[in-house]
C-alpha cells in the first residue's frame, strides 16, 4: 500500500526536525489518532500564597540607592525635586536646601553636604511611609528638570573633561573612561591632562551598558523612577519653573546660576572639527556648538542610545513652548 501524504508529511517534518518517527506522537500515521487530548485547564491559582501578596513598595528599596537616595523633600512646603547631574543641578538643590532650613555657606559643596549627612532633606534620610504619603497627595508639587539629551551630554564633555580636567577632584567621575580609552590601570595626571576627544567620549559610551555610566552622562530616564510627577520643566524654561514654585509655596524665591559649562546658543560658533581635537587644542569650548561636536553619524547613534530621553525632552518643550526646529 503507497504511503499516504500524511505520512510523507510525517516522514518530511520528522526528517528536517532531527528526530525519529518514535520521538514523534503528535504527528498520526494513517488510521491512527492525533494523539493524547489535551489536559483542562486548571482552575486559578494565585501566585503568591495569602500571607506573601502584600509586598513593600518599590520605594522601600529604591529611596536608600543612587539616584533617588539624592531626591529631597521639604514636607512644610510638600515639595519634592528629583536632581538630575547636569540639569541646573547645583542650582536647585541650594535653592531646595534653603526652603528646608538648610543654608550651605559660599563655597561649601552641596552635593557633599547633603550626602554625607542626615538633614531630613533627601529620600535616604526618611522612612518609606513619609515617601509613600506624599506621593499620594494631591497638594504636593513633585517635579524633575529635564536637558537635551544632545546638550547635557556636550556640557559634561566640557565640564569634565576639558575645562576641570586638570583638578583631582574631577578625577573619580572621568576615571573608568580615561582608562578604558587608554587602555590602563591607574592613569597619571598627565593622562587626565591629555584628556581624550569628544568622539572618544561619546564612542565610550555607546559601548556600555547604560546602567553601568556615571550619573553625569547615564540617561536622565534612570532618575525617575518611583516617583509620581506634577511638574517636568525644560533647563532652558526656569522662568516657568520659579514662578510655578513661587505660586506653591506663596513666596518669591530665586534661582541661583551655577556651574554654567557653556554659552547661550547666540553666542556659540561652529567648528566642524571639534570632535576630533583634543581638550587642549579646543579654542574655548564653552562657545561652540552643539553642531560642533555631534558630526550627523555621530549624532544618530547617540540618539538612538538616549532615545527615551529624546522623547520625553520633545514632549516636554512641547508643553512648555521650547520647541525649535533644530532638535
Known amino acids: 500500500m503507497a504511503t499516504s501524504w500524511i505520512g510523507k508529511l510525517r516522514d518530511s517534518l520528522t526528517s528536517a526536525s532531527g528526530t525519529s518517527p518514535a520521538d514523534d506522537s503528535l504527528i498520526a500515521r494513517d488510521g491512527e489518532s492525533a494523539g493524547p487530548a489535551l489536559d483542562t485547564p486548571k482552575p486559578f491559582a494565585p501566585r503568591y500564597p495569602k500571607g506573601e501578596r502584600a509586598k513593600p513598595p518599590f520605594i522601600d528599596w529604591s529611596r536608600t540607592r543612587s539616584p533617588t537616595a539624592q531626591a529631597m523633600i521639604v514636607d512644610q512646603l510638600k515639595l519634592i525635586y528629583l536632581p538630575i547631574a547636569k540639569n541646573a543641578c547645583s542650582s536647585t538643590k541650594r535653592l531646595v536646601a534653603s526652603l528646608g532650613g538648610l543654608t550651605p555657606e559660599n563655597g561649601q559643596d552641596i552635593h557633599y553636604m547633603l550626602d554625607k549627612n542626615n538633614t531630613g532633606l533627601q529620600f535616604k534620610d526618611r522612612k518609606t511611609e513619609d515617601l509613600t504619603r506624599a506621593f499620594a497627595a494631591r497638594d504636593w508639587m513633585r517635579f524633575i528638570i529635564f536637558r537635551d539629551p544632545m546638550d547635557r551630554l556636550v556640557s559634561a564633555y566640557v565640564e569634565k573633561f576639558v575645562n576641570n580636567r586638570t583638578y583631582p577632584d574631577q578625577w573619580a567621575t572621568c576615571r573608568h573612561v580615561i582608562e578604558t580609552v ?48 506634577t511638574h517636568m520643566y525644560d533647563v532652558k524654561a526656569l522662568d516657568q519653573f520659579e514662578q510655578d514654585l513661587r505660586d506653591h509655596i506663596g513666596a518669591d524665591i530665586t534661582l541661583p546660576r551655577m556651574n554654567v559649562s557653556r554659552e547661550t546658543e547666540t553666542d556659540l560658533t561652529d567648528l566642524p572639527t571639534a570632535v576630533d581635537l583634543l581638550p587642549a587644542d579646543l579654542p574655548d569650548a564653552k562657545s561652540l556648538s552643539l553642531h560642533s561636536f555631534l558630526p550627523e553619524d555621530l549624532r544618530a547613534r547617540l540618539m538612538e542610545f538616549y532615545a527615551a530621553d529624546v522623547s520625553i525632552y520633545r514632549q516636554i518643550q512641547r508643553a512648555s513652548g521650547t520647541a525649535t526646529d533644530a532638535k
Open 182 to 229: 587608554f587602555e590602563k590601570r591607574d592613569p597619571t595626571p598627565e593622562d587626565y591632562a591629555h584628556g581624550v576627544t569628544f568622539r572618544e567620549f561619546a564612542e565610550y559610551i555607546l559601548a556600555h551598558d547604560p546602567q553601568q555610566l556615571d550619573s553625569h552622562w547615564q540617561p536622565q530616564t534612570f532618575y525617575m523612577g518611583h516617583v509620581p510627577l
